[in-house]
């Protein structure tokens, strides 16, 4: 019978920040996203509890450490690619929804950390605008307004005049129909539901764009009976994105 192989040190602290991950998706997602990097840890920490490799309130030093550092709920300064990208998006969109200056909070300082052009990612892209609106307004249920908006940016995304089908905007136009039909908000569908791997979802993705923006907002706004965008939704991060893009270009 072969034996298990004895975990590294690191492996062990990796698994304790189950609990800690998981609690950061759900203070800001309303749930632990199926299939996520909470719901993964959450599996591997229950069965080393099981096994008695960690106990049940075991926390790494880092993660008890650096979770007072958050953005859009999750460690940041731990976190690093895409995923480091897309919260500090959020943030950006997160300020700018309480109506400052998108022009002043987003210095080439913040690009560059960002990790925008140079040796880094040539921009953000329409796509991961998407997954940072699951982080800024994740709770909302989904409307036509939202659905329209995403359509706007998987056009554009992908260069395709047609709604992919099993992409974000297919998603999006469905859990918009059944919202409709629902009374309460608890049994609608999230934006946060349809956005949280909108990038995978996506058969090509590119850099958001000024014009990129402005086609996402007019689709919002159009569809909305008020003719106003939701405040960190859709059209808020795609331009938040297509800004700091620009930022960084001049």
Same mark, same amino acid.
């Given at each position: 019978?072969?034996?298990?192989?004895?975990?590294?040190?690191?492996?062990?602290?990796?698994?304790?920040?189950?609990?800690?991950?998981?609690?950061?998706?759900?203070?800001?997602?309303?749930?632990?996203?199926?299939?996520?990097?909470?719901?993964?840890?959450?599996?591997?920490?229950?069965?080393?509890?099981?096994?008695?490799?960690?106990?049940?309130?075991?926390?790494?030093?880092?993660?008890?450490?650096?979770?007072?550092?958050?953005?859009?709920?999750?460690?940041?300064?731990? @976190?690093? /690619?895409?995923?480091?990208?897309?919260?500090?998006?959020?943030?950006?969109?997160?300020?700018?929804?309480?109506?400052?200056? @998108?022009?002043?909070?987003?210095?080439?300082?913040?690009?560059?950390?960002?990790?925008?052009?140079? /040796?880094?990612?040539? /921009?953000?892209?329409?796509?991961?605008? #998407?997954?940072?609106?699951?982080?800024?307004?994740?709770?909302?249920?989904?409307?036509?307004?939202?659905?329209?908006?995403?359509?706007?940016?998987?056009?554009?995304?992908?260069?395709?005049?047609?709604?992919?089908?099993?992409?974000?905007?297919?998603?999006?136009?469905? $859990?918009?129909?059944?919202?409709?039909?629902?009374?309460?908000?608890?049994?609608?569908?999230?934006?946060?539901?349809? #956005? $949280?791997?909108?990038?995978?979802? @996506?058969?090509?993705?590119?850099?958001?764009?000024?014009?990129?923006?402005? /086609?996402?907002?007019?689709?919002?706004?159009?569809?909305?009976?008020?003719?106003?965008?939701?405040?960190?939704?859709?059209?808020?991060?795609?331009?938040?994105?297509?800004? #700091?893009?620009?930022?960084?270009?001049?």
């Amino acid at each position: 019978m072969s034996q298990e192989q004895p975990q590294r040190p690191e492996e062990k602290e990796a698994i304790k920040d189950a609990a800690m991950m998981q609690k950061a998706e759900n203070a800001k997602l309303g749930m632990t996203q199926k299939g996520g990097a909470a719901a993964a840890m959450q599996s591997a920490a229950t069965k080393n509890e099981k096994s008695g490799v960690v106990g049940h309130n075991d926390t790494s030093k880092v993660a008890s450490d650096g979770i007072s550092e958050t953005i859009a709920g999750k460690a940041v300064h731990k @976190l690093e /690619g895409k995923e480091r990208k897309i919260c500090k998006l959020a943030e950006v969109v997160e300020q700018f929804s309480q109506k400052v200056s @998108l022009g002043i909070m987003t210095p080439p300082s913040v690009v560059e950390e960002m990790g925008i052009g140079g /040796g880094g990612s040539p /921009g953000i892209t329409i796509g991961e605008a #998407l997954e940072a609106t699951a982080l800024t307004a994740g709770k909302k249920p989904v409307e036509w307004s939202d659905a329209a908006a995403i359509q706007a940016a998987e056009v554009r995304a992908t260069g395709r005049t047609n709604i992919v089908p099993g992409g974000v905007a297919a998603a999006a136009q469905s $859990a918009a129909t059944l919202n409709a039909r629902l009374t309460k908000d608890e049994e609608k569908t999230k934006l946060g539901d349809i #956005l $949280a791997d909108a990038t995978s979802k @996506l058969p090509s993705d590119r850099p958001a764009t000024r014009r990129d923006a402005e /086609g996402v907002v007019g689709a919002e706004l159009r569809n909305d009976p008020y003719l106003t965008t939701h405040p960190g939704g859709v059209s808020a991060s795609v331009a938040a994105a297509a800004r #700091l893009n620009q930022t960084k270009h001049n």
